[in-house]
Every structure is written in C-alpha cells, then in structure tokens.
C-alpha cells in the first residue's frame, strides 16, 4: 500500500509566487524525503528531512515535518517556470533502503 | 560520469511477447530498484537488489523476473508481456545505508 500520499492538487500559479504542497503518511517512519519529476524524466532528489527534525531548508525550499500529524510539506518560494513538474514525498516506511513513494502534485508556474 | 542509464527508452510489445530492460549505474551504489510508473500514481516498488547477488520483490512483482548481474547491472525481465504491463519503468540506485536514490531517465513500455 502507498504508504506517503499527498493532497491530489494540480496547483497553478503565477512566476514569483509561493507553491505549498503537503504529503500524509500511515506509519512511523525515520525519514522522508522530496522528489522532482520534469515532464518525462526520472525523479530527482530535492530535500530529505529526519524524524527528528521539525523543518529543513535548501535554498528556496523549506520542508516541514510533523511526526504527530505523520504529515509533511514542502513550500517552493518565489518560484520560477522551471518549477514546473511534478513533486512526490517518499518515506522509508518499508525499511532497508525501499522507499514508499505518494501519487504526486503537478504544480505549473505560469511565466 | 552518466549517472543511471536505461535502455531501451521506448519499447512497443505484443502481448506474450517477452523483453528485458537494462539498468547500469557508475556511482558504485551498492542497492539497485526497479519501479513502474503508470498515470496519475506514485511509482511502485517492483523488485529491489540491496547488494551484489541479492534480489527481493517488492509491492508488485508479479509477472516480472529480475537480474544483479554485476554491483552496476541490475535487468527487467517480462517474460510473457500483458497489457496490464504497459507503463513507464524506472530503475534507480542508492548507497546501501542511506535513502536517496538516483534515478534514470526511464523506459516508457507499451503492450498491445
């Protein structure tokens, strides 16, 4: 079963403003990590965040993680067109290096 | 230094008919995944290789056979192909230990 999920939101925005996406989890898990996925490419890491942590940052993300909720967001500042993608939160809920990855958000950054 | 490569890119197969998918990886990662995307969902864990000369399902194996055939080699094998079977693959690979996996660019499977 897909263990991170995130709100299934196709998110629009315009060039320079915010894009906020959030991702559930079932299980109590050690970490959780973001990916990108450009239109047919492979996914690439973004950020990941320990269970441990409450909020990480890299660059113009900010990942927060809340364990009690088991849910975590990532927040995509000032964003550009080339923001555009698909994002996908995975957590290590399966153990020993599998990761169970979410359905994923569309966010479109429109010039 | 390339990364994950995956070939074929695109692949179109008639039902019955059987295929193998390649994976190589040069960052000397230790654990090998493969992974079927289809629309609208996450990707999903077909079989997984956490070492040289180890393999485990994963959370939908079936109808597929997998090869570690070295520590960078890790193929797809669909030996009698399905419909149901048409979907993007991606294989990717991680440092035994840590979570962050690379991932290649993919295979896009089409079974008629």
């Known amino acids: 079963s897909q263990q991170g999920e995130e709100d299934p939101q196709a998110l629009s925005i315009q060039e320079g403003e915010n894009a906020t996406m959030n991702c559930s989890y079932k299980t109590s898990i050690n970490n959780l990590q973001w990916y990108r996925q450009n239109s047919g490419r492979g996914l690439v890491h973004l950020i990941l965040i320990r269970s441990n942590e409450r909020e990480k940052h890299s660059g113009r993300l900010r990942v927060t993680l809340d364990t009690s909720k088991k849910s975590s967001s990532l927040l995509i500042t000032a964003s550009r067109a080339a923001d555009t993608a698909s994002y996908f939160c995975a957590t290590d809920a399966y153990g020993n290096n599998r990761l169970a990855f979410g359905k994923g958000n569309q966010v479109v950054v429109i010039p | 230094n390339a990364g994950v490569t995956q070939t074929p890119k695109f692949q179109v197969l008639k039902t019955g008919q059987s295929m193998t998918l390649q994976c190589a990886q040069d960052m000397n990662h230790n654990s090998m995944y493969w992974y079927r995307q289809d629309p609208g969902m996450g990707l999903r864990l077909i079989y997984y290789?956490?070492?040289?000369?180890?393999?485990d399902k994963g959370e939908v194996p079936n109808g597929y056979n997998v090869s570690r055939l070295n520590k960078r080699e890790f193929s797809l094998r669909l030996e009698s192909a399905a419909p149901s079977q048409t979907s993007v693959y991606f294989c990717?690979?991680?440092?035994?230990?840590?979570?962050?996996?690379?991932f290649g660019p993919g295979t896009r499977l089409t079974v008629l």
């Open positions: 990717a690979s991680s440092e035994y230990g840590t979570d962050t996996q690379y």
């Open positions: 290789s956490a070492s040289e000369g180890t393999t």
